[in-house]
C-alpha cells in the first residue's frame, strides 16, 4: 500500500514570497491533517480536513495560510506572505476517519515532510 | 486538555544497552496511546500503539504497555543498535477526539 505522497521535500524562498505544498493521502483515508514541526518540537496540528470538508483550522494563521481539499482527496497548504518563523517541517498525515473510535481508526500515517526554509 | 510529557534527551547509549523513554499522560477518560519515530532527514513513522488499558504495543523490538492506573506508555527495548538512533515522540488521542497530542520528543543516539 502506497504512503502518503508530499512535495516538494525541500524549499528555500525569501520572506515575503509565497510557497505550495501538496500532499496525497493514503488511498481511501477520509481525514487529512497538515502539521508545522519546528526544529525540536513536536508537530502541531494547522489544519484537519473530513473528506473535503473541514473540522478544525483553530491553529491555521489565517491570515496567511490557507489550504484546500478539493474533491477529498489531494490536499495543498499554501503560505502567502511567508516570515522567517515559518522555517519549518510541514507534514502531512492522513487516517481511515478522524473520530477516537478507539478501534484504531484514527491511526495517523504521516509523509516525509516539506522542510521550508525562509531567508 | 489532553497532554503528553515524555523524559528529555538527548539520551546516548551504546550499541546493545537498553533503552527505556518514560511517557506519562493526562487525558479524560481512556485515550489511544503512540509512539511515533522520526530518522534523521524522514518524516514520523507509527512505531506501535495501544488503544485500551493494558494493551502492550510492540514493533521491531520495542515494547510498551498501556497502565491507566500510572497513566503511562514507556518505550522499552532490549538491545538497542545503530540503527535506532532517531527522535522518539510520545502521542495520544482523546476517547472523543481526534487530536494527536504529541510530546516534545526525546533524541536517542546509538553508539557503535
Known amino acids: 500500500e502506497a504512503g502518503v505522497a508530499q512535495s516538494p521535500r525541500y524549499k528555500i524562498i525569501e520572506k515575503r514570497q509565497s510557497v505550495a505544498f501538496w500532499c496525497n493521502p493514503i488511498?481511501?483515508?477520509?481525514?487529512l491533517y497538515w502539521y508545522q514541526q519546528i526544529l525540536g518540537q513536536g508537530p502541531k496540528l494547522l489544519i484537519q480536513f473530513q473528506n473535503n470538508g473541514v473540522v478544525d483550522d483553530s491553529q491555521l494563521p489565517k491570515d496567511r495560510f490557507s489550504a484546500e481539499r478539493l474533491k477529498g482527496v489531494d490536499s495543498t497548504l499554501k503560505i502567502q506572505p511567508a516570515k522567517l518563523e515559518d522555517s519549518a517541517v510541514y507534514l502531512c498525515a492522513s487516517s481511515l476517519d478522524g473520530l477516537g473510535s478507539g478501534r484504531g481508526r484514527e491511526t495517523q500515517y504521516f509523509g516525509p515532510g516539506t522542510r521550508l526554509l525562509v531567508l | 486538555g489532553d497532554s503528553v510529557t515524555q523524559m528529555e534527551g538527548p539520551v546516548t547509549l551504546s550499541e546493545e544497552a537498553f533503552l527505556t523513554i518514560n511517557c506519562t499522560y493526562t487525558a479524560t477518560g481512556y485515550p489511544s496511546l503512540f509512539w511515533y519515530v522520526q530518522y534523521p532527514g524522514e518524516g514520523l513513522q507509527l512505531l506501535l500503539k495501544?488503544?485500551?488499558?493494558?494493551d502492550k504495543g510492540s514493533n521491531k523490538g520495542f515494547e510498551a504497555t498501556y497502565r491507566k492506573e500510572t497513566t503511562s506508555f514507556h518505550l522499552e527495548k532490549g538491545s538497542v543498535q545503530v540503527s535506532d538512533s532517531a527522535v522518539y515522540f510520545c502521542a495520544l488521542i482523546g476517547p472523543n477526539d481526534y487530536k494527536l497530542s504529541f510530546g516534545a520528543g526525546t533524541t536517542v543516539t546509538v553508539r557503535a
Open positions: 495501544a488503544t485500551k488499558a493494558d
Open positions: 488511498s481511501g483515508h477520509a481525514t
